[in-house]
C-alpha cells in the first residue's frame, strides 16, 4: 500500500498495535460475492457487516477502494447515482464490507427515493450481523438535509453509525473546522452516532490507518 498521511485524520486516537491490526485486516484478499438490488435476495448472515454510505459523488466508491488498498474494487464514476444496489464483499473471511446505494441524487424520481427510503428501513432493522454503518460526509459541505434523514433511520433503528468526513484535501482549513464543529454539536444528540468523526482522503491517503484501525475492532 502507498504510504499514508495520518495528518489531521480525526478525533480517535489509536495506538500502534491497533494501527497494525487496522492494517493486517485491511491486507488480506477482498472479493465481490454479491450484488442484488432487491432484499429478497440478500446473501446469508455470516460474518460481521460495515456498511457504507453517503450522498451521491461524496467518494464512497473510492474510499472504499482506498482502505482496501485495491484500484477498481468498488466501480467509481463521475456520474452520480452510479451505484443502484446493494454490493457485498468478503474481506479475509473475517469481515464482509457493503456498499450501499447513494442517496441525495436530484434526478431521481420521487418514487425511486420512497423505494430506497424504504429498503434502507428494512436493511437497517433487520440486518443482525450489521455492526456498523459508516455514514460519509463531503468536507467541502458538511452535513445537509438528507444526511440528516438518513441519521434518523439509523437512530431510529439503534444500528451504530460513524461519520467519515472525505475528500478533506479539497477544502480550506477555516471551511473544514467550521464544518466539523457544527457536526460535532449535531452528533451530541443523535444517540446512535459513534462519538468521534475520522477526516479522509481517498487521494491524498489521509485517514486510512485510523479508519482501518476504527473496522478492525469489530472483529477482534
Not at 418514487?111 to 429498503?119: E, F, I, L, P
Not at 432493522?125 to 438535509?145: E, F, N, S, T, W
Not at 477544502?171 to 454539536?185: A, F, G, V
Amino acid at each position: 500500500m502507498a504510504e499514508e498521511n495520518s495528518n489531521s485524520a480525526g478525533e480517535l486516537d489509536f495506538d500502534s498495535s491497533q494501527i497494525e491490526q487496522g492494517r493486517h485486516l485491511f491486507s488480506q484478499d477482498c472479493k465481490f460475492f454479491h450484488g442484488t438490488d432487491t432484499l429478497q435476495n440478500l446473501p446469508q448472515e455470516s460474518l460481521p457487516e460495515v456498511a457504507f454510505i453517503g450522498r451521491s459523488n461524496v467518494g464512497k466508491s473510492s474510499l472504499i477502494n482506498a482502505i482496501t488498498g485495491r484500484k477498481s474494487l468498488a466501480r467509481t464514476s463521475n456520474t452520480p447515482g452510479r451505484t443502484q444496489q446493494l454490493n457485498f464483499f468478503n474481506l479475509g473471511d473475517k469481515i464482509i464490507i457493503v456498499d450501499l446505494p447513494g442517496y441525495g441524487y436530484a434526478k431521481v424520481s420521487k418514487k425511486q427515493v420512497a423505494k430506497w427510503t424504504n429498503t434502507m428501513k428494512v436493511f437497517l432493522r433487520g440486518r443482525v450481523p450489521l455492526r456498523r454503518m459508516c455514514l460519509l460526509i463531503d468536507a467541502r459541505r458538511g452535513l445537509k438535509d438528507v444526511d440528516r434523514e438518513m441519521m434518523d433511520l439509523m437512530d431510529s433503528a439503534a444500528v451504530v453509525y460513524q461519520l467519515v468526513f472525505t475528500k478533506v484535501d479539497k477544502t480550506s482549513q477555516n471551511e473544514l473546522r467550521h464544518n466539523i464543529t457544527t457536526t460535532k454539536q449535531e452528533l451530541k444528540k443523535r444517540p446512535a452516532a459513534f462519538p468521534a468523526l475520522i477526516q479522509t482522503s481517498a487521494q491524498a491517503k489521509t485517514g486510512l490507518k485510523e479508519l482501518r484501525a476504527s473496522l478492525a475492532e469489530l472483529v477482534a
